[in-house]
């Protein structure tokens, strides 16, 4: 467990300490815990069927890291992350790799953490067990913010 969060110029790394960050990133960032945060009947499915997983995931939408820990199933996100905050795998891509994943229909090679890492979109570094032995629930809770289908 890391400590509890700070802000200014302590080591807290966030998107709101962040002022380089542009203001897109930020936006999706908050979109992610948005979503994560939602008492959405996908979001119950996925609880449910991820009841055994437990795992620290650092994802990084651009300049803008949120840390989000699932316990039990359960995610919850932290956006202030202290400067020594371990995780135990990271999903990093660029804002328009983000964007264009939780579009209501991506497009091909667009669609998933492993097409946008095959096109270098995405960095998957860490370590990976908890990740490959849990990946339908991964996939599913980074797809999260998806757009509905108007």
Known sequence: MCAAPTSGPDGVRSDAAAPGAPAHERELAARLRQA????SAALRDLVRRGAWTSASCLVGIGAVPTLVRIHQGVPSTQGEIPLLCPWDFSVRGSAQAWAALWRPHPDPGWHDLFALTKRGEFRIEGNL???MANLQYFKDLLAMPREATP
Do not use: R
């Open 36 to 39: 994560l945060a939602s008492d």
């Open 129 to 131: 067990l908890p990740f």
